[in-house]
């Protein structure tokens, strides 16, 4: 739970206007009037003229589909004669003018729109023809095209989720991703509610998106690829992303068909924005079962500085809920950051961070060699990302974005009595510069270099690998009307390693369908070199390759909004470790003959349905996944399910508010069918299924004031009915013997304080 | 001599009444213009007066005034309207009007006071996602109106609002909201109600919500 998210929750009530006294009845009163109001009594409803030369004309209002449009004005051009359409879009306007005029019409959200008129002779050649004192007619229609923002313009979306707070209607936003119970305060995790994505059980690291591995998806921070957007590994211990939830505005996933902007994914990229400059200074702290936080910011004309610090120590936390692993150093972690964000006089905007982290742990872990016995794994983190921005108006119609970022991340294990050590530096830049000649047209075009250096020391192993891999891209979006839009890309890169480079397209579209609904379709071929544990032992093997296909269909309204995609994803050119015997074993040395050969596809389709307008005070949304998936790739047998993968995904998500008690729920409910494992003893490789995974966790939190000061107290219950999971099972080497593998803990309670120094100081009368 | 006299002194006093007419025919359009605006009770009443002030506006494009009230007006009814994208429309041509009117005259305490009310409006349609811009916006407009008008009651309304709207275990509520209104209403009855030139809305609404919190 963010500091943002409680200060966001009482907005929530706020739907309703009470700064207005007057009630807006439903009785509509039709008024006919005239600027000068000389002249509309004594003639309104008619359609002669008077004796003193009056006219009265009428007409309807409608839009081009023929609905009729409420209370548009009605004036003649360059005349104070004037009215106001009824709620049916009649209108009736009496003038004493005659001739050749012309009729002016505007209503919100529809074109001004300039009608010719001819008064008191013969019709107009539009045949919007006004009643003549002595041929009365049918009131004619009058037609409107609409501006495009009544159109909700289309939107392209297919493959890609938007969680912002730039547009009005999108399916989630920020605030959305954190704020429900199976979070577990984790900014990526919470995307594990996402559809698309696998449930991960606790024992995996990253995102796993329709059918692909933790590696195929990207994450992005403000135009800069993110090194180590997760704590160091643990083998089987899920962990959290280092991301900070307090400085994230916005989040575009995407589960396919993704940007040209971006490269070096098969599968996803989760693309996030940081917070622009802050309104005012704050300052909050917080402490909780594992640890102590402070952040604040100061605000100045222009510029404002950002900080914070923690300091976590799990030992009471674990020792409050019993896990399934044994820490013999509790983990603990030193959390430094500071961001510097100014804005300039032409209007643009620069951010620099700078983020350390320093953690240490030990856990007895099953030994991935022989998985009989648990081995001490001692782990000794030090983290330091820094990155930078600057986005600028260059002129009207151009706009440059620059990054750079550099990152140094260094392990030191313990691995039993074995020397373990990995080390990876990373130096990136990026230019973009945008064209917008006109609200239809976007072109954007740039490129991006990455250097970055692995290495690692397994006992008396040495090895490393340093790359540079370069990248050029151009992009257009082409609106040419409000419901039909398309994205062409086009991205080619350079690997200095592999000697290689590749050249792609992109393309994505959308078209409306209706008020609130759209179809889109998205299409591109996607390449990326091989896993680092290749490029380590010095195999170069070429770009592995997946193309995506992927259709949609949307439907948002304010408070409900609907959404399906199907997709079909081929995965070419696999990495594949041949000659050697399958082991589950992701340390292995002997990978065999490298090589291009492996292969696999992913289909499926998510359902997304969210609503908060049914039951009062609730907000709900549920995800199902669908993934239909093989491939053959690594040291596998044969073409088979990956052992991360389930079938089926269901996930329901409900807040619940109550201002009288001032009370915060959240409850998720999460399901995924059981994951393949391997058993050396089946008939069929990776044939056998572990239990269906299921979770209910509750998140609650009571917000209050003291000594004048925001507090809220909360409590996070993970797994509340106690249910044992079993996510697969390990063999030993003879396949004699099996273990399970276990979520890192089954019920868990997590607790805290939350207080906000500064929030809510009261200006002077 | 004295003819002549008499014919300059006749040119230049229908000159003045000349011009004295000119003046006053916004402001006899804008007074019939905001009676019917507040004696209107549904959207076709308010929206028959919004029509009018923006013809006004069109007519007399360099008047603050004229520009003042169209911008008020569809402020006022994207309060009233219900759907979100239609109240964001208004606000549209409420911004419009606002920038029009600012060109004119900018610092004048009853712009800022409108820009905030504009700005709170604009928070309405989105409170959970727009809290964090649009209420900064409203108070950052309200702070420099009180620099130029402390005495402007309206800016003191406008404050009270929000913090009656607020929970109270977030520092807000009827007690914490009161002070506010009631210093409105001082400053309110200080204040004339007819000079169409001098805005003087607000003034019903305060007493209102000063009600409510006596309740």
Same mark, same amino acid.
């Given at each position: 739970?963010?500091?943002?998210?409680?200060?966001?929750?009482?907005?929530?009530?706020?739907?309703?206007?009470?700064?207005?006294?007057?009630?807006? !009845?439903?009785?509509?009163?039709?008024?006919?009037?005239?600027?000068?109001?000389?002249?509309?009594?004594?003639?309104?409803?008619?359609?002669?003229?008077?004796?003193?030369?009056?006219?009265?004309?009428?007409?309807?209002?409608?839009?081009?589909?023929?609905?009729?449009?409420?209370?548009?004005?009605?004036?003649?051009?360059?005349?104070?004669?004037?009215?106001?359409?009824?709620?049916?879009?009649?209108?009736?306007?009496?003038?004493?003018?005659?001739?050749?005029?012309?009729?002016?019409?505007?209503?919100?959200?529809?074109?001004?729109?300039?009608?010719?008129?001819?008064?008191?002779?013969?019709? !107009?050649?539009?045949?919007?023809?006004?009643?003549?004192?002595?041929?009365?007619?049918?009131?004619?229609?009058?037609?409107?095209?609409?501006?495009a923002?009544?159109?909700?313009p289309?939107v392209i979306?297919?493959?890609t989720?938007e969680?912002t707070d730039d547009r009005?209607?999108?399916?989630?936003?920020?605030?959305?991703?954190?704020?429900?119970?199976?979070?577990?305060?984790?900014?990526?995790?919470?995307?594990?509610?996402?559809?698309?994505?696998?449930?991960?059980?606790?024992?995996?690291?990253?995102?796993?998106?329709?059918?692909?591995?933790?590696?195929?998806?990207?994450?992005i921070l403000d135009g800069t690829t993110?090194?180590?957007?997760?704590?160091?590994?643990?083998?089987?211990?899920?962990?959290?992303?280092?991301?900070?939830?307090?400085?994230v505005k916005g989040m575009s996933? !995407?589960?396919?068909?993704y940007s040209a902007r971006y490269g070096?994914?098969?599968?996803?990229v989760?693309d996030l924005q940081s917070t622009d400059l802050?309104?005012?200074?704050?300052?909050?702290?917080?402490?909780?079962?594992?640890?102590?936080?402070?952040?604040?910011?100061?605000?100045?004309?222009n510029s404002?500085?950002?900080?914070?610090?923690?300091?976590?120590?799990?030992?009471?936390?674990?020792?409050?809920?019993?896990?399934?692993?044994?820490?013999?150093?509790?983990?603990?972690?030193?959390?430094?950051?500071?961001?510097w964000i100014a804005r300039t006089h032409t209007g643009g905007l620069f951010k620099l961070a700078?983020?350390?982290?320093?953690?240490?742990?030990?856990?007895?872990?099953?030994?991935?060699?022989?998985?009989?016995?648990?081995?001490?794994?001692?782990?000794?983190?030090?983290?330091?990302?820094?990155n930078s921005s600057f986005k600028t108006p260059l002129s009207n119609s151009l706009k440059l974005l620059t990054a750079a970022g550099?990152?140094?991340?260094?392990?030191?294990?313990?691995?039993?009595?074995?020397?373990?050590?990995?080390?990876?530096?990373?130096?990136q830049a990026r230019t973009e510069l945008t064209w917008h000649p006109a609200t239809s047209l976007r072109i954007t075009a740039g490129g991006e270099v990455?250097?970055?250096?692995?290495?690692?020391?397994?006992?008396?192993?040495?090895?490393?690998?340093?790359?540079?891999?370069?990248a050029a891209f151009v992009e257009g979006e082409y609106r040419p009307?409000?419901?039909?839009a398309i994205k062409p890309g086009f991205r080619?890169?350079?690997?200095?390693?592999?000697?290689?480079?590749?050249?792609?397209?992109r393309?994505a579209?959308?078209?409306?369908?209706?008020?609130?609904?759209?179809?889109?379709?998205?299409?591109?071929?996607?390449?990326?070199?091989?896993?680092?544990?290749?490029?380590?032992?010095?195999?170069?093997?070429?770009?592995?390759?997946?193309?995506?296909?992927?259709?949609?269909?949307?439907?948002?309204?304010?408070?409900?909004?609907?959404?399906?995609?199907?997709?079909?994803?081929?995965?070419?050119?696999?990495?594949?470790?041949?000659?050697?015997?399958?082991?589950?074993?992701?340390?292995?040395?002997?990978?065999?003959?490298?090589?291009?050969?492996?292969?696999?596809?992913?289909?499926?389709?998510?359902?997304?349905?969210?609503?908060?307008?049914?039951?009062?005070?609730?907000?709900?949304?549920?995800?199902?996944?669908?993934?239909?998936?093989?491939?053959?790739?690594?040291?596998?047998?044969?073409?088979?399910?990956?052992?991360?993968?389930?079938?089926?995904?269901?996930?329901?998500?409900?807040?619940?508010?109550?201002?009288?008690?001032?009370?915060?729920?959240?409850?998720?409910?999460?399901?995924?069918?059981?994951?393949?494992?391997?058993?050396?003893?089946?008939?069929?490789?990776?044939?056998?299924?572990?239990?269906?995974?299921?979770?209910?966790?509750?998140?609650?939190?009571?917000?209050?004031?003291?000594?004048?000061?925001?507090?809220?107290?909360?409590?996070?219950?993970?797994?509340?009915?106690?249910?044992?999971?079993?996510?697969?099972?390990?063999?030993?080497?003879?396949?004699?013997?099996?273990?399970?593998?276990?979520?890192?803990?089954?019920?868990?309670?997590?607790?805290?304080?939350?207080?906000?120094?500064?929030?809510?100081?009261?200006?002077?009368? | 001599?004295?003819?002549?006299?008499?014919?300059?002194?006749?040119?230049?006093?229908?000159?003045?009444?000349?011009?004295?007419?000119?003046?006053?025919?916004?402001?006899?359009?804008?007074?019939?213009?905001?009676?019917?605006?507040?004696?209107?009770?549904?959207?076709?009443?308010?929206?028959?007066?919004?029509?009018?002030?923006?013809?006004?506006?069109?007519?007399?494009?360099?008047?603050?005034?004229?520009?003042?009230?169209?911008?008020?007006?569809?402020?006022?009814?994207?309060?009233?309207?219900?759907?979100?994208?239609?109240?964001?429309?208004?606000?549209?041509?409420?911004?419009?009007?606002?920038?029009?009117?600012?060109?004119?005259?900018?610092?004048?305490? #009853?712009?800022?006071?409108?820009?905030?009310?504009?700005?709170?409006?604009?928070?309405?349609?989105?409170?959970?996602?727009?809290?964090?811009k649009?209420?900064?916006?409203?108070?950052?407009?309200? #702070?420099?109106?009180?620099?130029?008008?402390?005495?402007?009651?309206?800016?003191?309304?406008? #404050?009270?609002?929000?913090?009656?709207?607020?929970?109270?275990?977030?520092?807000?509520?009827?007690?914490?909201?009161?002070?506010?209104?009631?210093?409105?209403?001082?400053?309110?009855?200080?204040?004339?109600?007819?000079?169409?030139?001098?805005?003087?809305?607000?003034?019903?609404?305060?007493?209102?919500?000063?009600?409510?919190?006596? #309740?």
């Amino acid at each position: 739970m963010t500091p943002a998210i409680f200060l966001r929750f009482w907005f929530v009530l706020q739907t309703t206007l009470i700064i207005g006294i007057k009630s807006a !009845s439903a009785q509509e009163s039709t008024q006919s009037s005239t600027l000068t109001g000389a002249h509309a009594a004594a003639q309104t409803g008619t359609h002669a003229a008077t004796q003193t030369s009056q006219y009265t004309l009428t007409g309807k209002i409608l839009t081009d589909r023929g609905a009729p449009i409420p209370y548009a004005s009605v004036s003649l051009k360059n005349s104070t004669d004037a009215t106001t359409a009824d709620s049916s879009g009649t209108f009736t306007l009496i003038t004493n003018t005659r001739g050749s005029q012309t009729l002016l019409i505007s209503a919100i959200g529809f074109k001004e729109t300039e009608v010719p008129v001819t008064i008191g002779r013969t019709p !107009s050649p539009t045949g919007n023809t006004p009643s003549s004192p002595r041929s009365p007619a049918p009131p004619p229609l009058i037609k409107l095209k609409p501006t495009a923002s009544q159109l909700n313009p289309v939107v392209i979306t297919a493959g890609t989720m938007e969680a912002t707070d730039d547009r009005v209607l999108t399916i989630v936003k920020p605030v959305d991703v954190m704020s429900n119970a199976s979070s577990t305060g984790d900014l990526v995790g919470a995307f594990q509610n996402f559809p698309g994505v696998q449930r991960n059980g606790g024992d995996e690291t990253g995102l796993f998106v329709r059918g692909g591995d933790a590696s195929e998806t990207m994450m992005i921070l403000d135009g800069t690829t993110v090194q180590d957007p997760f704590f160091s590994s643990v083998p089987g211990v899920g962990q959290r992303s280092r991301f900070n939830s307090f400085q994230v505005k916005g989040m575009s996933f !995407s589960t396919g068909g993704y940007s040209a902007r971006y490269g070096q994914a098969l599968s996803s990229v989760l693309d996030l924005q940081s917070t622009d400059l802050p309104d005012k200074s704050t300052l909050s702290i917080g402490a909780n079962i594992a640890g102590l936080m402070l952040a604040g910011g100061k605000r100045m004309t222009n510029s404002a500085l950002e900080y914070s610090g923690s300091y976590s120590n799990f030992g009471p936390y674990y020792d409050l809920a019993k896990t399934n692993f044994h820490f013999y150093d509790k983990p603990q972690a030193t959390d430094l950051s500071t961001r510097w964000i100014a804005r300039t006089h032409t209007g643009g905007l620069f951010k620099l961070a700078v983020h350390y982290n320093h953690s240490t742990s030990g856990t007895d872990v099953i030994d991935p060699n022989d998985p009989d016995t648990t081995i001490a794994f001692g782990l000794h983190n030090d983290n330091l990302a820094v990155n930078s921005s600057f986005k600028t108006p260059l002129s009207n119609s151009l706009k440059l974005l620059t990054a750079a970022g550099f990152s140094t991340n260094k392990d030191d294990i313990g691995w039993g009595d074995t020397i373990f050590n990995r080390n990876d530096n990373r130096l990136q830049a990026r230019t973009e510069l945008t064209w917008h000649p006109a609200t239809s047209l976007r072109i954007t075009a740039g490129g991006e270099v990455q250097h970055y250096r692995y290495a690692q020391q397994f006992d008396t192993a040495n090895n490393n690998f340093t790359e540079t891999l370069s990248a050029a891209f151009v992009e257009g979006e082409y609106r040419p009307n409000s419901w039909f839009a398309i994205k062409p890309g086009f991205r080619t890169e350079y690997s200095a390693i592999l000697r290689k480079g590749n050249a792609v397209p992109r393309f994505a579209l959308a078209i409306k369908t209706g008020p609130y609904s759209q179809i889109g379709a998205a299409t591109g071929i996607f390449y990326q070199t091989a896993g680092t544990q290749y490029l380590l032992l010095g195999y170069h093997p070429n770009f592995q390759k997946a193309v995506h296909y992927l259709v949609n269909y949307e439907w948002i309204q304010s408070s409900r909004s609907f959404r399906i995609e199907g997709y079909y994803k081929s995965y070419d050119q696999l990495v594949r470790e041949n000659g050697v015997s399958y082991t589950p074993n992701p340390y292995r040395y002997d990978l065999g003959i490298v090589d291009n050969t492996g292969s696999g596809y992913a289909k499926g389709f998510d359902i997304f349905w969210r609503d908060k307008a049914s039951i009062r005070n609730i907000d709900y949304w549920v995800t199902y996944s669908y993934v239909d998936t093989k491939r053959l790739y690594q040291n596998y047998l044969e073409s088979a399910t990956p052992d991360f993968v389930s079938t089926n995904n269901l996930n329901v998500i409900l807040k619940y508010y109550s201002d009288r008690n001032h009370i915060f729920a959240s409850a998720a409910y999460n399901y995924a069918s059981g994951r393949p494992y391997y058993d050396p003893n089946a008939k069929s490789f990776l044939s056998e299924k572990a239990p269906d995974y299921q979770n209910v966790s509750v998140k609650i939190s009571y917000l209050t004031n003291i000594k004048k000061m925001f507090a809220a107290f909360y409590a996070n219950v993970d797994d509340v009915t106690g249910r044992r999971n079993i996510l697969g099972y390990r063999y030993s080497p003879d396949g004699q013997t099996r273990s399970p593998i276990l979520p890192p803990q089954y019920m868990s309670i997590f607790f805290g304080v939350y207080l906000s120094l500064t929030q809510f100081k009261k200006d002077e009368l | 001599m004295k003819k002549v006299t008499t014919a300059v002194w006749t040119i230049i006093l229908l000159t003045l009444a000349a011009s004295q007419v000119k003046a006053q025919e916004p402001n006899a359009s804008l007074t019939e213009a905001y009676k019917t605006f507040t004696a209107a009770t549904t959207m076709g009443g308010w929206m028959t007066a919004n029509n009018k002030f923006s013809l006004i506006a069109t007519k007399w494009p360099n008047q603050w005034t004229a520009n003042y009230y169209a911008a008020y007006s569809n402020a006022y009814i994207s309060t009233k309207e219900t759907d979100p994208k239609r109240k964001d429309q208004l606000l549209d041509i409420a911004d419009n009007y606002i920038a029009k009117m600012n060109n004119l005259a900018s610092d004048k305490d #009853e712009s800022l006071v409108l820009t905030a009310y504009v700005a709170y409006a604009r928070f309405l349609v989105d409170p959970r996602n727009r809290w964090q811009k649009y209420l900064g916006l409203m108070n950052t407009n309200l #702070e420099k109106a009180k620099k130029v008008n402390p005495n402007n009651p309206r800016i003191y309304y406008l #404050e009270g609002v929000p913090e009656f709207n607020k929970p109270k275990l977030y520092g807000g509520g009827k007690d914490v909201a009161k002070p506010y209104f009631e210093k409105a209403k001082a400053l309110f009855a200080t204040q004339q109600s007819t000079d169409i030139t001098k805005p003087y809305w607000g003034e019903k609404e305060n007493a209102k919500y000063l009600e409510l919190c006596n #309740e």
